[in-house]
């Protein structure tokens, strides 16, 4: 059931950002196009679960979703750029400014931003003036110097800090990189339908979080083929990580409890959030 229903997301998502940038040419929209195949598509899974959940128009999910990718999207880029991680491989292809150049990326990364505000803008995603002005400013805030920004200068800050972050310090960096996207992704169900968020808040707290320290235990343990990037990337630059601080098997112990306090936020639902649930199972077993 889960896997059919990221399936289903997936397609809806790359057909909704085609939509989107259908009318665009030229390089830039190229690599548009480029950046925004292929994917988990785990943001734009848990829009269109929450909308699901409280029963939103699917083409006004789908829109939301598109702005979420694109949004996720444009942050590979830029995080790919010598400035900052330096990576030639991205979802198993080369990146942006290796294929293009520099310059693309930037813009790239740049066009991506604004055509996630220009879709959520628009009347399709909801009749609703007051909804669309929730979803901008609340992807305005998760994407920018208090999220996920605020996380990658953190993250950045932290290759040339004299000690190494404390586990306090790394999950406030990494509620910024990743937590802030994906617990926006989460509640944009609830804010479509203008409902209560707090469940949903609280599910993607721990879920954003059992991300991460995922994440940095494939860092570890993961396969290069299966990732599509490059890993050991942490280790090799001395940086912590909730592996370095917990230790392999304290990750994996912390990361299970965080996916059981997210499934069980989502009591309220019943059984319509099984989906969601399952997701957060899928979080901490990904191969990728
Ligand atoms: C450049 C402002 C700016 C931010 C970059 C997203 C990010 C912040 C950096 C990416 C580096 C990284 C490996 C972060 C760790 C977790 C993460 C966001 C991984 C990539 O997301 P997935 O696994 O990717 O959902 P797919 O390809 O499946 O969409």
Request: aromatic share 4%; proline share 3%; glycine share 8%.
């Amino acid at each position: 059931m889960f896997d059919a229903a990221l399936k289903d997301a997936q397609s809806r998502v790359q057909a909704t950002l085609d939509h989107c940038m259908s009318g665009l040419e030229g390089t830039v929209a190229d690599a548009m196009r480029y950046t925004c195949q292929g994917g988990k598509r785990l943001r734009a899974f848990l829009v269109i679960e929450s909308a699901r959940l409280h029963d939103v128009e699917p083409s006004q999910a789908d829109r939301a979703a598109a702005a979420i990718e694109a949004i996720h999207a444009y942050s590979l880029v830029h995080d790919d750029l010598p400035s900052m991680d330096d990576d030639d491989l991205r979802r198993g292809k080369p990146t942006v400014h290796v294929k293009w150049d520099e310059a693309t990326a930037v813009l790239t990364g740049d066009a991506l931003q604004t055509l996630a505000f220009e879709v959520l803008a628009d009347p399709a995603t909801s009749p609703n003036p007051e909804v669309r002005l929730a979803l901008i400013s609340s992807l305005a805030k998760a994407s920018g110097a208090e999220g996920m920004v605020l996380g990658q200068a953190l993250d950045i800050a932290a290759e040339t800090a004299a000690n190494p972050l404390t586990l306090d310090e790394i999950t406030r960096l990494q509620a910024g990189k990743t937590g802030a996207l994906i617990e926006w992704s989460a509640m944009a169900g609830g804010r479509l339908a203008s409902a209560d968020t707090g469940p949903l808040q609280a599910y993607s707290k721990a879920l954003g979080l059992a991300f991460q320290i995922a994440d940095d235990i494939l860092d570890v343990e993961g396969d290069e083929g299966l990732a599509g990037k490059k890993l050991q990337k942490d280790a090799d630059a001395g940086k912590a990580t909730f592996v370095s601080l917990l230790g392999l098997d304290g990750a994996k112990g912390r990361a299970q409890d965080l996916v059981s306090e997210a499934e069980d936020a989502l009591s309220c639902y019943g059984n319509a959030a099984e989906n969601l649930r399952a997701a957060a199972r899928f979080v901490i077993s990904r191969k990728a």
